[in-house]
């Protein structure tokens, strides 16, 4: 306790009981929190949303002790011991931000409160946090979320780039026994919000995932402690929804002064990926603006408010088909013109041979096929690899023909793979081709990841001359 008197303005705490003249000292709370939970009923404390717009907010209580009496005997705990007053269970119910107590000193009546300052009667507290009980989020269904490369009936992936991902994540606020904290009042965290903290994720994209976005990546609408990231069609299944909208993205993930940051809650449609990736490393983080430096989420547990899976998403291609003109192979010569776009280095000659092509396609039940005229970015095919896979008949007596030229494209050209230069460097009968696809997410799931040429001949290209012999003239040496 500190004693002041009209006489001096030094202070200091007078440790003596029977000098100080206080009789008790009472906690009141004097300024809500300005930062606390946000609701969408006046009394319904179930739907926790973002204090934006149209919302209702609790009042809350300050508990414990809220009066001190001076102790007589050697205790301490809620007393006033030699001029301090201590109060060890004062709390307040709900947690918030920016919370402020006052303290007031009642006096011996008498001639004693004539001499102590009206200024020095009662004090409020600077700006504290009342941080919340939770301590961890647990990515509750985060096993449909496969990581890896596709493998049917076992690690089907649930996201597609471009599309709302057929599920959707869901998170527990959870105390320290993993308990989910269902009062919203109580358990201090305001948002969850899904991350690509690196540049991890096998695309061919920029080489890494830096480019990668998850597009409506926040959610604050917390439902007795739980957080349901929503699906357009409510169900489980392939909405093909591919609504843009807020996202995160840069090589700086989880710098909070990006303009992309979504600020703000989408209610009815769920999270989307950009782009095809394996094993992306996407991290869910809790808004949690009362326990940052007060609370266990970040001194106990670390990063308990902070949850990695690695998850892959798939391309969109569905289906591959090839277009292949057996007639007119000949030995060392390519192709003389497209039914496609591509650059023909021999086109206009003779005899003519169209250049092979594998064309992706999309093709989704009840809807028109979509050939993809975008980049391997979301379709996922990256590379279409052509190999010999039957040799002529000759080839135990000549040895083996070999593919020259373009035998290998990494680009499209408006959704076909094209093979613009390809050819076969020895004459031969019933050769075929295999055309191979790299998908690095999900080769098992398209149709058409290898595709075999019909078989076909190579022939040799003879040149026909007619030679005239005639006598040269013995006068004037000239060619009649």
């Known amino acids: 306790m500190q004693r002041s008197t009209y006489y001096t303005s030094s202070a200091y705490t007078e440790t003596n009981d029977l000098k100080h003249g206080v009789t008790s000292v009472s906690a009141s709370f004097s300024q809500q929190c300005t930062t606390r939970a946000c609701f969408d009923h006046s009394t319904n404390d179930a739907n926790q949303i973002e204090c934006s717009g149209s919302y209702f907010r609790r009042t809350a209580s300050l508990g414990g002790t809220l009066s001190l009496p001076v102790s007589s005997d050697s205790s301490t705990a809620d007393k006033i011991k030699d001029g301090v007053g201590t109060f060890t269970s004062l709390n307040i119910d709900y947690w918030g931000t920016g919370c402020k107590v006052t303290f007031t000193v009642t006096l011996q009546s008498g001639a004693m409160s004539g001499y102590v300052s009206n200024s020095y009667m009662s004090v409020q507290s600077s700006s504290f946090d009342n941080a919340g009980s939770a301590v961890k989020i647990a990515w509750t269904n985060s096993a449909v979320f496969k990581s890896g490369t596709w493998t049917t009936g076992s690690n089907e992936m649930v996201c597609t780039a471009g599309y709302e991902c057929d599920r959707q994540p869901e998170f527990a606020i959870q105390d320290a026994g993993g308990n989910t904290i269902t009062d919203n009042k109580l358990h201090g965290i305001t948002e969850i919000r899904l991350e690509i903290p690196d540049t991890t994720g096998d695309t061919t994209c920029g080489g890494n995932y830096n480019t990668g976005r998850i597009y409506r990546n926040v959610r604050t609408t917390i439902v007795n402690g739980v957080v349901t990231f929503p699906k357009s069609n409510n169900a489980n299944t392939a909405s093909h929804d591919t609504t843009t909208g807020c996202y995160q993205t840069s090589t700086n993930k989880l710098s909070t002064g990006h303009a992309d940051y979504c600020s703000s809650e989408h209610a009815t449609k769920g999270i989307m990926f950009n782009f095809w990736g394996t094993s992306i490393n996407v991290r869910a983080t809790a808004g949690r603006p009362a326990n940052l430096n007060y609370h266990q989420l970040s001194v106990t547990l670390g990063s308990g408010y902070q949850i990695d899976q690695l998850i892959s998403v798939r391309g969109r291609a569905t289906d591959l088909t090839l277009e292949f003109d057996v007639n007119n192979w000949v030995q060392g010569y390519g192709p003389t013109k497209s039914n496609a776009t591509a650059n023909i280095v021999n086109y206009g000659f003779k005899p003519e041979r169209g250049a092979p092509f594998v064309t992706v396609w999309e093709k989704i039940s009840g809807q028109a096929d979509v050939r993809f005229t975008d980049n391997s970015c979301v379709s996922g095919v990256t590379v279409e690899t052509a190999s010999i896979l039957a040799q002529h008949d000759d080839s135990g007596t000549r040895g083996n023909g070999n ?65 005239t012999v005639a006598e040269i003239d013995v006068h004037d040496g000239d060619y009649p």
């Open 403 to 467: 593919l020259v030229g373009s035998w290998q494209t990494y680009s499209t050209t408006q959704g076909h793979f094209m093979f613009p230069r390809i050819s076969v460097d020895k004459w031969g009968l019933n050769y075929k081709i295999r055309f191979t696809a790299t998908i690095p997410t999900n080769f098992a799931a398209v149709n058409g990841g290898q595709l075999d040429s019909p078989t076909f001949n190579v022939n040799l290209l003879l040149f026909q001359k007619n030679i």
